[in-house]
């Protein structure tokens, strides 16, 4: 069997879905792989290192040859309709913001299996992209901080005085939280962090951060993430939240609802009391924003007394360290892969519930059962949404 993947071709998309590592693992596995020509080049992987690694680089790939399609972002509804029915595809599918890809998808009998439906259980920790990808925009996160941010992180001692370590807040303790905690800690700031989960204590202090209690209930979800807040509810944790808010340098807010609009964690009001000079990395941006006022892909500059405040509004932050994000993602590609080859033949088990969890359309059919029910919906009918 043929897996090819193409080049991104949404802009500022960097990433590539296999990489020559995760080629020379797809080879030996029995399947013939096929890289469209310069798909790697901007995530630092150039076409020679494919070849080398005994992957096909074409100049073009003839989509209809292909049984399996391996991607980044969702993708576009031209390509489906160039794939031929039975096609496998594993990637990013993004199902509840693009059910125009979803029903193009089902109807051309194609099987789709998006990872981030991948559960969230001990055997498919390898093969989980969600996780693997936020790991990435944590660590960036602080990055971009710090690249905004007019002091120094660490606590330094000089004999021309004493300079006070940067205050960071982490609002929102899952992966990239924590990942955000502890770039954070290894930069010399003081961090603490905040989330609604109970577990959430052990976890920031594991990465040596100080956590923030709240009088409030956990909020616990299925599957590690954290549920959605009744409006006062929301309304009582941000009170609370407003002095720490008002404390803080730095903040990073990581909080995602799955299939929801991020919750609103930081109002401009809020923002108004914050010290001049201070930077907000907002990583939920893309899906509506933890903080009022960001915008996916821009800073915005938030006055407030004797200065302005920056709110950096996080877009594809992964995408900004492609060779590693990649490396990642492509390994998780893989095994998803290599979990349902057999003898250089795709063969996917549907009793096995990390397959079965995975997967998105078959045969015709939506198989995940609430972006279903989102295409039955009057709203799901439309042809204006869900587009890329």
Do not use: W
Request: proline content about 4%.
């Amino acid at each position: 069997m043929r897996i090819a993947a193409l080049r991104e071709r949404i802009e500022g998309e960097r990433r590539v879905a296999i990489t020559p590592e995760s080629a020379r693992q797809l080879v030996d596995a029995g399947l013939v792989v096929t890289i469209e020509s310069g798909a790697g080049a901007e995530s630092g992987y150039p076409d020679a290192a494919y070849q080398a690694a005994g992957a096909e680089v074409a100049a073009s790939v003839a989509l209809g040859t292909v049984d399996v399609l391996a991607h980044v972002r969702p993708l576009p509804v031209e390509t489906i309709g160039a794939l031929k029915a039975g096609t496998i595809t594993v990637g990013l599918a993004s199902a509840a913001s693009e059910l125009a890809a979803v029903r193009a998808l089902r109807d051309a009998r194609i099987t789709s299996f998006a990872l981030e439906l991948v559960p969230r259980i001990s055997r498919a920790q390898s093969m989980d992209a969600l996780t693997s990808q936020s790991l990435v925009t944590g660590y960036r996160s602080v990055l971009e901080a710090s690249m905004r941010f007019p002091r120094f992180f660490p606590l330094y001692m000089t004999a021309a005085g004493t300079i006070p370590p940067a205050k960071v807040l982490v609002l929102g303790a899952g992966v990239a939280g924590l990942q955000a905690i502890a770039t954070a800690k290894r930069l010399g700031a003081k961090v603490s962090a905040y989330d609604v989960r109970a577990a959430s204590a052990d976890e920031v202090a594991s990465m040596g951060g100080t956590f923030i209690t709240l009088d409030l209930e956990a909020a616990d979800a299925a599957g590690g993430y954290a549920k959605e807040l009744a409006e006062d509810r929301a309304a009582r944790q941000r009170e609370l939240l407003t002095p720490h808010i008002h404390a803080a340098d730095i903040i990073i807010t990581t909080a995602l609802i799955p299939g929801r609009p991020a919750p609103q964690l930081v109002t401009a009001e809020m923002l108004g009391g914050m010290r001049a000079g201070s930077v907000i990395v907002d990583l939920a941006a893309e899906s509506g924003g933890n903080v009022e006022g960001s915008v996916a892909g821009e800073d915005v500059l938030v006055p407030v007394v004797d200065g302005v405040v920056t709110l950096v509004g996080a877009k594809n932050m992964a995408s900004a360290m492609a060779f590693d994000a990649s490396r990642l993602y492509a390994k998780n590609v893989a095994n998803l892969v290599a979990l349902m080859t057999t003898d250089g033949t795709l063969t996917p088990d549907f009793d096995d519930e990390v397959v079965a969890g995975a997967c998105l359309t078959h045969d015709g059919a939506v198989r995940h059962e609430p972006t279903a029910a989102a295409l039955e919906a009057p709203s799901g009918n439309k042809n204006s949404e869900g587009k890329n």
